[in-house]
């Protein structure tokens, strides 16, 4: 398997850290600012900790919302510096779906439903023109959850 940064876009409890245990666990580091909930600088950290996983030689998944273009892009840019190949997961869900899977969290995994409407007011979903090498759509089904591949345009 070739070097790896993967990107998961969306909102908040739409699966995205599910997603990651069952798929990527075993074959990528897991790099998230919600391990860190009282550290300053989280982005900083979170772009040390990705550069330092990839030189090493491993792969890495960056679970965050990510909602937008400028804040997906300083990711790739770490990816192509660094000669991973870059790929993006985006978690396709409706803001009601996410606030109620919200309020079955316990504890500080359950976040104020403010959080979620924000990031819905901002998402916008990784595009061809974001320059990742692959895309994918995830979706969550009553099976579980779908995942499809977007093909270029």
């Known amino acids: 398997m070739s070097l790896e940064l993967v990107v998961f876009t969306g909102l908040q409890a739409s699966g995205k850290t599910t997603f990651y245990r069952k798929q990527f666990a075993a074959t990528h580091v897991h790099v998230?600012?919600?391990?860190?909930?009282?550290?300053?600088?989280?982005?900083?950290?979170?772009?040390?900790?990705?550069?330092?996983?990839?030189?090493?030689?491993?792969?890495?998944?960056v679970d965050n919302t990510n909602p937008?273009?400028?804040?997906?892009?300083?990711?790739?840019?770490?990816?192509r510096e660094l000669g991973a190949h870059v790929v993006s997961y985006a978690f396709?869900?409706?803001v009601e779906d996410a606030l109620r899977r919200n309020a079955t969290r316990e504890g500080s995994a359950r976040i104020e439903d403010v959080g979620?409407?924000?990031?819905?007011?901002?998402?916008?979903?990784?595009?061809?023109a974001e320059g990742f090498d692959r895309r994918f759509e995830v979706r969550?089904?009553?099976?579980?959850?779908?995942?499809?591949?977007?093909?270029?345009?």
């Open 32 to 61: 998230s600012k919600d391990l860190w909930p009282n550290a300053r600088k989280k982005e900083e950290r979170q772009r040390r900790l990705i550069g330092e996983h990839l030189r090493a030689g491993r792969s890495v998944v």
């Open 92 to 94: 396709v869900t409706t």
């Open 140 to 153: 969550l089904s009553d099976d579980g959850l779908v995942v499809t591949t977007v093909p270029p345009v």
């Open 68 to 79: 937008t273009p400028v804040e997906r892009e300083p990711l790739l840019a770490i990816g």
């Open 116 to 128: 979620i409407y924000s990031v819905a007011k901002r998402l916008v979903l990784p595009t061809e």
